[in-house]
Antibody, heavy 121, light 107 residues
Framework: VHLVESGGGLVEPGRSLRLSCAAS????????VHWVRQGPGKGLEWVSG????????GSADSVRGRFTISRDNAKNSLYLEMNSLRAEDTALYYC???????????????WGQGTLVTVSS | DIQMTQSPSSLSASIGDRVTITCQAS??????LNWYQQKPGKAPNLLIY???NLEIGVPSRFSGSGSGTDFTFTISSLQPEDIATYFC?????????FGQGTRLEIK
């Protein structure tokens, strides 16, 4: 199993960014996948998740209305569209896979190495 | 949102010690509680799922217990490679939430 995030970078406050996560080594269509972030020196924060059939699981209060999760099962890919970025969105963004298929969550058993988003002018 | 209160925030122990970390949920989450280990510069690693089930490949010195609102994570005999930060996570209710983490150091 491999999860490889991309799309991070330095962006000014108020701008947008799109993160991608390329998945391989498992049947992507069968699993809920998530975005989790970690600010510099901080703990983990679940950002959003999307179920195996494309239904969004919602998002954290801190990003609701600004971030949108989606997936393309044909491309084995997960995305996070981030709008109206704020300094407090600065973090390492991980994608993570659900441990069991066809379930919203039962632990995240595989994680990517993360892509760094820095929001600063 | 469900708040996860993890304690202690940091812990210093000796090799061979028994180490215990607790996690309290702000409401009943049944057994929907997971534990992760994160080493510096690395992604988190799932150790325990559904409160007490050991993930495949995880050493048996790690264990978890609890249900409802109170949970415990234990390392029966601390090893040098266990130095890391440990997080609990509830996945009973959306949004899923993590504890603030426990940094484990060698005394």
């Amino acid at each position: 199993v491999h999860l490889v995030e991309s799309g991070g970078g330095l962006v000014e406050p108020g701008r947008s960014l799109r993160l991608s996560c390329a998945a391989s080594g498992f049947i992507f269509d069968d699993y809920t996948v998530h975005w989790v972030r970690q600010g510099p020196g901080k703990g983990l924060e679940w950002v959003s998740g999307v179920s195996w059939n494309g239904g969004a699981l919602g998002s954290a209060d801190s990003v609701r209305g600004r971030f949108t999760i989606s997936r393309d099962n044909a491309k084995n890919s997960l995305y996070l569209e981030m709008n109206s970025l704020r300094a407090e969105d600065t973090a390492l963004y991980y994608c993570a896979k659900n441990r069991v298929p066809a379930a919203h969550s039962s632990g995240f058993d595989y994680w990517g190495q993360g892509t760094l988003v820095t929001v600063s002018s | 949102d469900i708040q996860m209160t993890q304690s202690p925030s940091s812990l210093s122990a000796s090799i061979g010690d028994r180490v215990t970390i607790t996690c309290q949920a702000s409401q009943d989450i049944s057994n929907h509680l997971n534990w992760y280990q994160q080493k510096p510069g690395k992604a988190p690693n799932l150790l325990i799922y559904d409160a007490s089930n050991l993930e495949i490949g995880v050493p048996s010195r790690f264990s978890g217990s609890g249900s409802g609102t109170d949970f415990t994570f234990t390392i029966s005999s601390l090893q040098p490679e266990d130095i890391a930060t440990y997080f609990c996570q509830q996945d009973d209710n959306l949004p899923y939430t993590f504890g603030q983490g426990t940094r484990l150091e060698i005394k």
